[in-house]
Antibody
Framework: EVQLVESGGGLIQPGGSLRLSCAAS????????MIWLRQAPGRGLEWVSV???????YYADSVEGRFTISRDNSMNTLYLQMNSLRDEDTAVYHC???????????WGQGTLVTVSS | DIVMTQTPLSSPVTLGQPASISCRSS???????????LSWLHQRPGQPPRLLIY???NRFSGVPDRFSGSGAGTDFTLKISRVEAEDVGVYYC??????????FGQGTKLEIK
């Protein structure tokens, strides 16, 4: 059974850093395309970052230069390092698997990040 | 970025009756490979979104056949033939034609009258 479990969210002051984790089971992270998305109240769903099976990474303009996506193949885990956090980064962050020709077929429950002083 | 616009934003429906949600994209979603990467997601309260329909009209594994998708180019529709109580929540259309720049509609809240 495919499962994705996020962790690492919490309350953080503006300018701070957090690292989110997404532990996968039932499939291999390194052979799939993985994505981080976020959902903020009043702002709907937004893609944040993608890592291709070949290792190429992509970032939304809103997080470029501040966030870094990575994966640990031995742990079968996806990460999102978030630096220089801003109030507008407050959201529930989901990881999801992307299957070619299908799309975001499995999502994690999400982890809440609150950026506030 | 491709802008996705859904209508209506709220849809009160009687159990057993049909429901329909429209989604319009700001530009054609036909990819250079000939596919149209338009999907529909459903999010129940307190749950993550789950995939219902991909490439306009393909039901994802386990999705009941009362859900159907149609459309082409820039105009797409999700239909539920007979609404059941478990169908409440928010429905989103999303495009992956401009991968990796996924964009989503604002969401349509389906509620029971």
């Amino acid at each position: 059974e495919v499962q994705l479990v996020e962790s690492g969210g919490g309350l953080i002051q503006p300018g701070g850093s957090l690292r989110l984790s997404c532990a996968a089971s039932g499939f291999t992270v390194s052979t799939n395309i993985m994505i981080w998305l976020r959902q903020a109240p009043g702002r709907g769903l937004e893609w944040v970052s993608v890592i291709h099976r070949g290792g190429q990474t992509y970032y939304a303009d809103s997080v470029e230069g501040r966030f870094t996506i990575s994966r640990d193949n031995s742990m079968n885990t996806l990460y999102l390092q978030m630096n220089s956090l801003r109030d507008e980064d407050t959201a529930v962050y989901h990881c999801a698997r992307i299957t070619s020709n299908v799309g975001t077929d499995y999502w994690g429950q999400g982890t809440l990040v609150t950026v506030s002083s | 970025d491709i802008v996705m616009t859904q209508t209506p934003l709220s849809s009160p429906v009687t159990l057993g009756q049909p429901a329909s949600i429209s989604c319009r994209s700001s530009q054609s979603l036909v990819h250079s490979d000939g596919n149209t990467y338009l999907s529909w997601l459903h999010q129940r309260p307190g749950q993550p979104p789950r995939l219902l329909i991909y490439k306009i009209s393909n039901r994802f594994s386990g999705v009941p056949d009362r859900f159907s998708g149609s459309g082409a180019g820039t105009d797409f529709t999700l239909k539920i033939s007979r609404v059941e109580a478990e169908d409440v929540g928010v429905y989103y259309c999303t495009q992956a034609t401009q991968f990796p720049q996924y964009t989503f509609g604002q969401g349509t809240k389906l509620e029971i009258k």
